[in-house]
């Protein structure tokens, strides 16, 4: 069995599948999933904290500063979502041990869907304690911190292409030569949020779950989104899949490519207004590194590891600079009422 083979059977028990489903079970279903069996993520894409150390460092300084911001409580969770390696994290931690009480006070908390991915991580953060959980609503209640880079891109996202004055949903379905192909369901969809001008359009469900999570908690909290997609428009077809660095068809190898999308700023800022918490960009990844100091801290890697300085430089380049990933990547900010403004907007 393979998950091809699954997946076909799927469809030719009950239909076509949105490519949300698609998605979900490409990315994790438990047995044939990318993040369930690929522990060793990295050959296929590279993340900005794998990318340079300098990340994840300024990602924890932001986070004591923050910490601080709220009132430094003696007890809070700071809280990665999708951490991948554990890399940014190890970063994090790394970078913020002179802050005075900041790692008493952090009770650690992971939220990752994938057990191989849950084991990596426990080993690259000992000896720190950590705690998994399966989703942002599960995350104990007290203040929060939480980072999460590279999250909402595999978020699973429906797509309505238009046809005429409707919408039809994109689905994966069989071809005539009993292989998955792309297509558009039959019934036509009534208009919906998802309305927009352009000719295709991607509604990822999953924002309004974490916005929903995020407006149950009680205590203070801010919740930094960092992740590529547009600042205004609605994404149109932005399903991407990545094996071994190269762009590939999403449909040649199910579960053994990493799938993604662009995250809808505008609408995650839309909902979280709608829910009354405080919304801080989007704001591009080389911006935000630039106002929390990642000059500096590049520099004083550098007079650390003199015999290092063109890699750091050119990594740390890699980061900001607008034609890499400095434009493209956005930082987004929820927080709870009532705080003032985060650091790097
Ligand atoms: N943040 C890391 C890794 C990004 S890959 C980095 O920047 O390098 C995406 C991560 O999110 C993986 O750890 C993946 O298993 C996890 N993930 C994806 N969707 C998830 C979901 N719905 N719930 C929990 N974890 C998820």
């Not at 590279?150 to 030569?177: I, K, M, S, T, Y």
């Not at 509604?203 to 919740?223: K, N």
């Not at 801080?280 to 550098?302: D, S, Y």
Request: negative net charge.
């Amino acid at each position: 069995m393979t998950l091809t083979r699954r997946l076909k059977s799927l469809i030719e028990a009950e239909g076509p599948l949105p490519v949300s489903t698609f998605m979900q079970l490409c990315l994790h279903d438990p047995q044939f999933g990318y993040y369930a069996t690929r522990p060793g993520l990295g050959r296929d894409f590279r993340t900005a904290p794998e990318t340079s150390q300098v990340f994840g460092e300024l990602l924890g300084l932001w986070a004591a500063l923050e910490w601080r911001v709220m009132g430094a409580a003696a007890r809070f969770n700071l809280v990665e979502a999708g951490p991948g390696r554990g890399t940014l994290m190890a970063d994090a931690l790394r970078a913020t041990r002179p802050v005075a009480g900041f790692h008493e006070a952090a009770g650690i908390v992971l939220v990752e869907a994938s057990a191989a991915l849950r084991e990596v991580q426990t080993h690259r953060l000992a000896p720190h304690a950590v705690a998994h959980v399966d989703t942002l609503a599960d995350v104990p209640d007290g203040p929060v911190i939480i980072l999460a880079n590279e999250f909402l891109d595999c978020f699973p996202a429906r797509q309505f292409v238009r046809d005429g004055e409707a919408w039809r949903e994109r689905v994966v379905g069989l071809g005539e030569a009993g292989d998955l192909v792309f297509g558009l369901a039959a019934d036509r969809r009534p208009q919906g949020e998802e309305q927009t001008s352009g000719d295709a359009v991607e509604v990822q469900p999953g924002l309004s779950l974490i916005v929903d999570a995020l407006s149950e908690r009680t205590a203070p909290f801010r919740a930094l989104f960092i992740d590529y997609g547009p600042a205004g428009a609605a994404p149109g077809d932005t399903l991407r899949a990545f094996r071994n660095g190269e762009q590939v068809d999403p449909l040649a190898a199910p579960g053994e490519c990493d799938l993604t999308v662009d995250v809808d700023f505008s609408r995650l800022a839309r909902l979280a207004h709608a829910a009354g918490l405080a919304v801080a960009g989007p704001t591009p990844q080389g911006m935000f590194l630039g106002t929390l100091g990642v000059e500096a801290r590049m520099h004083r890697l550098i007079a650390q590891n003199p015999t290092r300085a063109s890699d750091i430089h050119r990594a740390v380049a890699e980061l900001v600079e607008p034609d890499k990933m400095g434009l493209r990547f956005k930082a987004m900010c929820l927080s709870s009422p009532g705080l003032p403004p985060p650091a790097g907007f």
